[in-house]
């Protein structure tokens, strides 16, 4: 079974600075989709950004981007220019690209946005 | 064009009573998925509805059941409620099995308190 790790229960950045996030995953298949979620207290989840497997080229989506490194298992977030309204819980998210019919979550990192 | 909607907001059972739980898909969406978030933890994939029946069901026992209505509409029930069920119950509607053309819209969620 598919399992996805994020170390960091919580992290800070101050607005306008630079922060990463660290996810990573474990599986043995070779075709599957990465995501990053955002779930403000308003508790809807929110897609910031997905990284499909097979695509060597890192995902950017305006001020979010991710490294994307296969080899090693790992799938990071960096948000660039934080602004207050990054702050959120921020969920790392794995799907099966033959089988999948579902999100396999981490549990998830809290970032607070200083000003 | 509206998103996904789930009611209610929030609710108070208690232990062995039965609930249902209501998720409006997003227009033009025939999948719906239901994940159990717990508190502090990422959501849990409980199971999937698609053409009205079942597809896909994560580690969870039988008291947990759903429904899919022909408007796509969904409903999932849980019988002999625990206080472990006590989580924030999500809903994920999408166009297709696996959310290949436009991903996953997530509702706000059903609050649910067991005691």
């Known amino acids: 079974a598919q399992t996805v790790t994020q170390s960091q229960p919580e992290m800070s950045v101050q607005e306008a600075e630079t922060v990463t996030l660290s996810c990573t995953y474990d599986t043995s298949e070779s075709d599957y989709y990465l995501f990053w979620y955002k779930q403000p207290p308003s508790r809807q989840m929110i897609l910031v950004i997905r990284?499909?497997?097979?695509?060597?080229q890192n995902a950017t989506e305006n001020r979010f981007s991710v490294n994307f490194q296969k080899a090693a298992k790992s799938f990071s977030l960096k948000i660039s220019d934080s602004q207050l309204g990054d702050a959120a819980m921020y969920f790392c998210a794995y799907r099966s690209g033959q089988y999948g019919n579902k999100l396999v979550f981490g549990a998830g990192t809290i970032l607070r946005v200083k000003s | 064009e509206t998103g996904v909607t789930q009611s209610p907001t929030h609710l108070i059972k208690t232990r062995g009573q039965q609930v249902t739980l209501r998720c409006s898909s997003q227009s033009g969406h025939n999948t719906v998925s239901w994940y159990q978030q717990a508190l502090g933890q990422g959501p849990q994939f409980i199971f999937q509805?698609?053409?009205?029946?079942?597809?896909g069901r994560g580690n969870f026992p039988p008291r947990f059941s759903g429904l899919q209505f022909p408007n796509y509409s969904s409903e999932l029930n849980v019988n002999a409620l625990e206080l472990d069920d006590s989580a924030l119950y999500l809903c994920?509607?999408?166009?297709?099995?696996?959310?290949?053309?436009?991903?996953?819209?997530f509702g706000s969620g059903t609050r649910l308190t067991v005691v």
């Open positions: 509805y698609y053409r009205e029946e079942e597809n």
């Open positions: 994920a509607s999408s166009l297709g099995l696996r959310g290949e053309n436009y991903g996953y819209t």
């Open positions: 990284q499909e497997a097979y695509k060597q």
